[in-house]
C-alpha cells in the first residue's frame, strides 16, 4: 500500500509533469496544475452519508486531526491505526500525484465506509455532493502568520508545490494569496461563515496546543462517541506531537524522498504556536497586521498566535 514501492518508478515520471508545477486558477482559486486540469472529476465526486470530511487550509494541523478522528472511529484502540500509514487511511480528495498512485478519487472510490476525507478545498469548491448527503465536516483553523511559516518550509521540501522563493518573497505571496488553495483570508473565513448552514465543527490548532483533551473530546461528541477518560489520554498519547513524529505511518517517512524531502525540512517540523517570531521582521508583521484588520473586519472569528 505504501508509496514506497513505487520510489522507482516515480523516478521514471518525467519531473515537468508533476514537479514544481505552476498554479492554475479554478473558479478563482490557484491550485497546482495536476489538481486543476484533473477538476471536473473532484467536482463530481459522490460523497457518501457517512463521510466525514476533515478541512483545512494547508498546515493547520490536517494530519493531527486526521490521527485523532481515527483512534476515535477505533473506540480509542489505538493500535488499530497501524493498519496503514495517514494518508491511505483518510485519502486526500483532491490529491493527484504522479502516476502509479492513484488519485484521491480513484482511491476513495475503493475504501470503505465509513470514510475519513481530507480536503483543503475552500468552502465554495467542495464538491455539492458532501452537502446533498448532509456530511459532517471538521474544519481545523490555524492563525496566519504560523501557517505562513509552516507552509514556506512546507514548500520547500514538497516538490509538487511551486518553488517557494526566499522566506521574503514568500511572505508576500502567502499575503496575497498567490499559493496553492489560494488566500488565507477566503479559507478561514468561508468556513467560519458556512458553520452553522452545515454540519460544521469548527475548532482551531491554538487551542488543540493549549488543552489536546478537551478539543479531542469536542470532536468525541461531534462524532457521538462516548469514551472513557482512559481513552482520551491515551489518545492524547497517540497524538502528541513526539509521537507521531516517531511514527513512520504519521510522519510521511513512507512517501519518496523525491516528492517530499524530509531533509530540507522535517513534515512533522516544530508543531508550536508562535514559532512566526522566528521568521517575521518587523515590517513584515506590521504589513501582515494591517492586512489582517482589512480583511477580517466585522468578522467574529478570532485568532490567537502567540504562547500563553
Ligand atoms: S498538510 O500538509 O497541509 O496536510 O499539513 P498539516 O498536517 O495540516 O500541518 C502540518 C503542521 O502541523 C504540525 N503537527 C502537529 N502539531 C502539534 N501536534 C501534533 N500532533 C502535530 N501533528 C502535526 C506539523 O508539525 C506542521 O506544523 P509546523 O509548524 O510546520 O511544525
Redesign the pocket.
Known amino acids: 500500500m505504501s508509496s514506497l514501492v513505487y520510489s522507482n518508478i516515480l523516478l521514471q515520471v518525467p519531473e515537468e509533469t508533476f514537479y514544481r508545477v505552476p498554479l492554475i486558477p479554478v473558479h478563482g482559486v490557484p491550485l497546482i496544475k495536476p489538481i486543476a486540469t484533473s477538476w471536473e472529476r473532484i467536482e463530481k465526486f459522490q460523497a457518501r452519508s457517512d463521510d466525514l470530511l476533515i478541512a483545512?487550509y494547508?498546515?493547520?494541523?490536517?494530519?493531527?486531526m486526521q490521527e485523532i478522528v481515527d483512534c476515535i472511529m477505533n473506540q480509542g484502540e489505538v493500535e488499530k491505526t497501524s493498519r496503514a500509514p495517514i494518508h491511505v487511511r483518510s485519502p486526500f480528495l483532491e490529491g493527484n500525484p504522479p502516476p502509479p498512485i492513484k488519485c484521491g478519487v480513484d482511491v476513495l472510490k475503493v475504501t470503505p465506509s465509513p470514510r475519513m476525507v481530507k480536503t483543503?478545498l475552500p468552502f465554495a469548491l467542495v464538491p455539492e455532493s458532501f452537502w446533498h448527503q448532509k456530511c459532517k465536516v471538521i474544519y481545523v483553523a490555524r492563525n496566519a502568520k504560523?501557517s505562513a511559516v509552516?507552509y514556506y518550509?512546507?514548500a520547500q521540501m514538497n516538490k509538487l508545490l511551486p518553488e517557494p522563493g526566499t522566506w521574503d518573497e514568500y511572505a508576500v505571496k502567502f499575503l496575497s494569496g498567490d499559493v496553492a488553495w489560494g488566500n488565507w483570508f477566503s479559507h478561514v473565513l468561508g468556513w467560519w461563515n458556512a458553520r452553522d448552514k452545515h454540519d460544521i465543527l469548527y475548532l482551531f490548532y491554538e487551542d488543540m496546543?493549549e488543552d489536546p483533551k478537551r478539543e479531542i473530546r469536542k470532536v468525541m461528541k461531534f462524532l457521538g462517541k462516548d469514551l472513557s477518560e482512559d481513552v482520551v489520554e491515551k489518545i492524547h498519547q497517540h497524538?502528541?506531537?513526539t509521537a507521531?513524529k516517531e511514527n513512520p505511518l504519521t510522519n510521511y517517512s513512507s512517501i519518496p524522498s523525491s516528492v517530499l524531502d524530509q531533509s530540507l525540512s522535517p513534515f512533522?517540523?516544530?508543531?508550536?504556536v508562535g514559532?512566526w517570531m522566528n521568521h517575521f521582521t518587523e515590517s513584515q508583521n506590521q504589513i501582515f497586521d494591517e492586512e489582517y484588520r482589512k480583511k477580517m473586519e466585522g468578522s467574529t472569528l478570532m485568532f490567537r498566535c502567540k504562547v500563553w
Open positions: 483545512t494547508p498546515k493547520a494541523g490536517t494530519t493531527w483543503h504560523d509552516s518550509h512546507f496546543k497524538t502528541s506531537f507521531m512533522m517540523r516544530k508543531g508550536e514559532d
